[in-house]
């Protein structure tokens, strides 16, 4: 983490470890708009529950957000809102984490940023759209559907399945 410009989803729990197990705190949690690594989330909203465990920390949370997508179809940027459950235990010390876990800090920090990109991002959609009845693009001439109309004439038929679509036309003959 860069030093001169510190995660502002970066925590101190250090007050939860010195209290005993089970002692709860809730975190709201509301920022018009934060930078997490590479995405921009507007807004970060939503509660932590964060409850001391023998463990370390027991992280709960429900957040809701929006982030830039491109729409799969037009490709023009859209917002895609997404709520994500957070449902994580934080390990202290650190020592007493088990390889890939999250853990606490010796200096009872840590930066939630990264675990909730990761959150974010699994709940995006995986084809997203600008809106539900897009157009998209016209195969020929590249125009957005959305925005204009084409003339040109889109010929669907696979060169290969031609002579099918012949012998329809003379059947219907």
Known sequence: MDKQHPSRLRFNFGFLLEAKIGTNRIIELEYPTID???ITLSPLTGTLNVTR???GVYLSG???TATAVTCV???IDALASVQVSLD???YYPPKAAPPGELF???D???DLGPLIREMTILELPIRPLCKPDCQGLCQECGANLNE???DCKIDDIDPRLAKLKELLEEEEL
């Open 36 to 38: 997490v690594e590479d």
């Open 53 to 55: 465990t023998s463990e």
């Open 62 to 64: 429900e957040l809701q």
């Open 73 to 75: 179809r037009c490709l």
């Open 88 to 90: 994580e235990l934080l």
């Open 104 to 106: 606490i800090g010796e």
């Open 108 to 110: 009872g920090y840590i």
């Open 148 to 150: 204009t109309e084409c």
